[in-house]
């Protein structure tokens, strides 16, 4: 496709609390191989109340250029002052692309990017490689998983978004970003929605996607109490726990633990599905971990089509037994 | 208050999608098309903010012939009327143009019925492709607020007062109107039909509008070229264990894991 003279990369990187998403810094990784096959660079994009953490963080993590946007306007949730900043530097910058986090507000930004500027958006990419030094090849996940599209955008510029721990953060390099800050005045009028009250309800960090081991549990734990077996069991292996979709919706575990579909991809050596039937949605999130274990009693449960050890029977039963043999051979290790 | 509620027809999210082996393309035979369960959430949402604030409940889908089904099965849980947005000029359309194409319906219907549609409700992705771009691209369009994720919705003195989902919690945000939202998964679950309501939307009547009452939108302008579609990986299925008790199966699962040194 022709990119004109278009070749630079802009990519948002999303905080939440000062924090950069780890989506986000994941981004600058195909934003790095489409850059680099354009013969462009690759601008990183702050914007928030306060980004100096996240400029100094951002440093040798291989973009150019990191250009910094800051005012009390831009504090998280107020998309509407976002968009604007966000579609102000795509026009200073006319980059061949624009890349974000697959992030609610990645996914807003984007979409109305592609609105305003009738251009091409892609959402949730899972990987990226060039045809050629000017078509990039994305691969997005159809139908819960079930099946996988190579698409190309047909126009240039184009924005995507893409899901969190399906890039590689990018290899820290000692090479030196030239910082710049932009002001931006947001005009009143574009302004449409505020924020009234944030409330947090989750206060522990729940990081899936980099735990060696996951467990995680499904509709078939029956009862919030019933899903501690799970946390239990994450517990003794130092894993981290993981839900699906109606595990989560039962209000058993917080969001922050969903695997799968419109939750996280992770890949962890060890992953322990308890209770899970096997949904595409949910397999498509957890297929590329390295041992696959799965307790349900259901003896054709789809789940058990791809573990590498499948227990058939109850979870109830399994779950605490197992808890108390590893915690034994932990302690006759020691 | 007048509310519109956008809504997709897609093959049955419980069902695993295979490759036809002729043609390669998504095998989609004999999946029953469902309405996307997000805009079911969008739908029920809607209906309960009419029931405690008055108005009406306006459904539209672009979509093919046979979305009359989806459109109906959304008049028996509580939407008054209903309109397909079906013409050949639209297949194929990329979805800022599916948005388009929307905000250009929205305008003729506005027209034509002389109502003012004061919140638009899509949900916020559909189980078919899920990009979940329609809401925020519509709302570019018409140049209004838009509000994203939300899991519950009230009237509040200057428009509505929206509670956002967020990754560790929610947002309280206000908008004014007209406004689009696009609905999460709210605490309860949408109604059922009954069998009066069902026979009862059967008979209504689907208008249909088409280029020529919302204009010629160029469609594929920038839709995603599709170069290759093929089914993941299959995993090898390993070893069952099913031994006489559950501590058994448990006691040699362990087993396995020590041997294969992950514990």
């Not at chain 1, 910082?179 to 944030?198: G, L, Y």
């Amino acid at each position: 496709m022709n990119f004109g003279n278009k070749k630079d990369i802009l990519v948002f990187i999303e905080q939440n609390g000062g924090k950069m998403l780890k989506a986000g810094i994941e981004s600058i990784t195909p934003a790095i191989t489409l850059g680099h096959s354009l013969g462009g660079k690759v601008t990183a994009l702050l914007i928030g109340t306060e980004n100096q953490n996240s400029v100094k963080r951002l440093q040798g993590l291989g973009a150019d250029k990191i250009v910094s946007v800051e005012g009390p306007s831009f504090s998280d949730g107020c998309s509407d002052a976002f968009f604007y900043a966000l579609s102000q530097m795509a026009e200073k910058y006319d980059p061949a692309a624009v890349l974000a986090a697959d992030s609610p507000l990645g996914r807003e930004l984007t979409a109305r990017l592609s609105a305003l500027k009738s251009v091409s958006c892609i959402h949730g990419a899972l990987s990226l490689h060039m045809q050629d030094t000017s078509t990039p090849v994305w691969t997005l996940q159809a139908y819960g998983g079930s099946i996988m599209n190579d698409v190309a955008p047909c126009t240039a510029p184009f924005t995507a978004t893409v899901r969190s721990g399906a890039f590689r953060k990018p290899e820290a390099s000692g090479q030196k970003a030239e910082i710049t800050e932009e002001s931006v005045t947001v005009p009143k009028d574009v302004i449409r929605s505020q924020v009234i009250k944030s409330v947090k309800e989750i206060s522990e960090e729940i990081n899936l996607e980099d735990a060696k081991a996951v467990v995680s549990g499904g509709r078939g734990m029956g009862s919030k109490e019933n899903f501690k077996l799970v946390e239990e069991l994450a517990d003794v292996l130092g894993g981290v726990v993981g839900a699906t979709r109606p595990a989560i919706e039962s209000g058993w575990v917080s969001r922050a633990h969903q695997v799968g579909q419109s939750g996280k991809t992770v890949k962890p050596a060890l992953y322990i599905a308890c209770g899970i039937s096997g949904a595409v949605q949910h397999i498509s999130g957890m297929e590329g971990s390295g041992y696959i274990v799965a307790v349900n009693k259901d003896e054709d449960a789809p789940i058990f089509d791809i573990a590498d050890a499948g227990i058939v029977g109850d979870a109830m039963q399994v779950l605490p037994v197992m808890i108390e043999e590893i915690k034994k051979r932990k302690t006759g290790a020691n | 208050m007048e509310i519109l509620v956008c809504i997709k027809q897609v093959p049955d999210d419980s069902v695993t999608v295979h490759l036809k082996a002729n043609t390669g393309e998504a095998d989609l035979d004999g999946i029953s098309p469902v309405v996307n369960a997000f805009d079911t959430y969008a739908l029920e949402m809607a209906v309960r903010l009419k029931e405690s604030s008055g108005g009406a409940v306006t459904v539209i889908s672009v979509g093919p012939e046979g979305t009359e089904n989806a459109i109906k099965s959304c008049l028996a849980v509580g939407a008054d009327s209903g309109y397909l947005i079906n013409d050949a000029a639209f297949n194929n359309a990329g979805a800022p143009e599916k948005s388009k194409i929307l905000a250009s319906s929205v305008k003729y219907l506005e027209k034509s019925t002389g109502k003012h549609f004061d919140i638009i409700f899509c949900g916020k992705e559909a189980t078919d492709y899920s990009y979940g771009q329609a809401g925020p691209q519509l709302a570019e369009i018409m140049k209004i607020g838009v509000v994203t994720d939300l899991t519950d919705i009230k009237k509040a003195d200057a428009g509505v007062c929206c509670k956002q989902e967020t990754e560790d919690g929610y947002r309280t945000v206000q908008t004014g109107l007209p406004c689009v939202v696009t609905v999460s998964k709210p605490a309860y679950d949408p109604r059922y039909p009954t069998i009066r309501s069902k026979l009862a939307a059967r008979k209504m009547e689907i208008p249909v509008l088409t280029s020529s009452q919302i204009g010629n939108i160029t469609a594929a302008k920038t839709a995603n070229i599709t170069l290759r579609i093929y089914e993941p990986p299959k995993r090898k299925c390993g070893v069952k264990i099913k031994e006489k008790t559950c501590a058994d199966s448990a006691c040699k699962a362990v087993g396995m894991l020590a041997d294969a040194k992950l514990l």
